[in-house]
């Protein structure tokens, strides 16, 4: 009985990872309709292996850092040491993580600063808002028990904002330090 029920929380937290990059994958569908700011085509860019690397070095663990503070706020704020409470943490990630890279596009796909200063096609707009409502819905929709998820409580949700407001800042500031270095 042990077993059976080790292997079907096993398959959950296998479709919560194929769910989440599903709906990721069909956030970015409209790329191809983005139109991207004029001094990005106005003239022809190299590409520097040196460049992209340094790019995924400094701004990959901005992801990670807010990952772990996600996985922080889970085991300490919310017990989920537990292991009672494995699928409450692993809805809060799922939730974090879906929501973090829907909006990395938007912070990359231009030098100046997202939303204000440089706006996405309205279908990445609209399919960014769309999946990221999808993620925050699923976990109290009634396919959230048949996913594995739980419904998240209610201080979640403000320290989620935080932590996506706190990697929106850290990641457009990496961004911008290396703008101003040409390291991009």
């Given at each position: 009985?042990?077993?059976?029920?080790?292997?079907?929380?096993?398959?959950?937290?296998?479709?919560?990872?194929?769910?989440?990059?599903?709906?990721?994958?069909?956030?970015?569908?409209?790329?191809?309709?983005?139109?991207?700011?004029?001094?990005?085509?106005?003239?022809?860019?190299?590409?520097?292996?040196?460049?992209?690397?340094?790019?995924?070095?400094?701004?990959g663990?901005?992801?990670?850092?807010?990952?772990?503070?996600?996985?922080?706020?889970?085991?300490?704020?919310?017990?989920?040491?537990?292991?009672?409470?494995?699928?409450?943490?692993?809805?809060?990630?799922?939730?974090?993580?879906?929501?973090?890279?829907?909006?990395?596009?938007?912070i990359?796909?231009?030098?100046?600063?997202?939303?204000?200063?440089?706006?996405?096609?309205?279908?990445l707009?609209?399919?960014?808002?769309?999946?990221?409502?999808?993620?925050?819905?699923?976990?109290?929709?009634?396919l959230?028990?048949?996913?594995?998820?739980?419904?998240?409580?209610?201080?979640?949700?403000?320290?989620?904002m935080?932590?996506?407001?706190?990697?929106?800042?850290?990641?457009?500031?990496?961004?911008?330090?290396?703008?101003?270095?040409?390291?991009?």
């Open positions: 009985m042990v077993l059976a029920t080790a292997v079907i929380e096993g398959r959950k937290v296998f479709v919560n990872i194929l769910m989440n990059h599903l709906l990721y994958d069909v956030s970015q569908l409209p790329i191809p309709t983005d139109r991207v700011d004029p001094e990005q085509i106005s003239h022809p860019r190299p590409w520097s292996m040196e460049q992209i690397v340094r790019f995924i070095v400094l701004i663990p901005c992801s990670s850092l807010f990952d772990y503070t996600t996985y922080f706020i889970m085991l300490y704020v919310f017990d989920c040491w537990n292991p009672a409470r494995a699928a409450l943490f692993q809805t809060g990630w799922f939730v974090e993580s879906l929501l973090t890279q829907t909006l990395i596009i938007h990359i796909r231009t030098n100046k600063i997202p939303f204000l200063q440089s706006h996405a096609s309205w279908a707009i609209g399919t960014t808002v769309a999946v990221m409502a999808i993620g925050i819905w699923l976990p109290s929709s009634p959230g028990p048949e996913l594995g998820f739980e419904p998240l409580p209610s201080l979640y949700w403000p320290l989620l935080l932590t996506l407001l706190g990697y929106t800042v850290v990641t457009q500031g990496v961004k911008m330090w290396l703008l101003k270095r040409h390291w991009l």
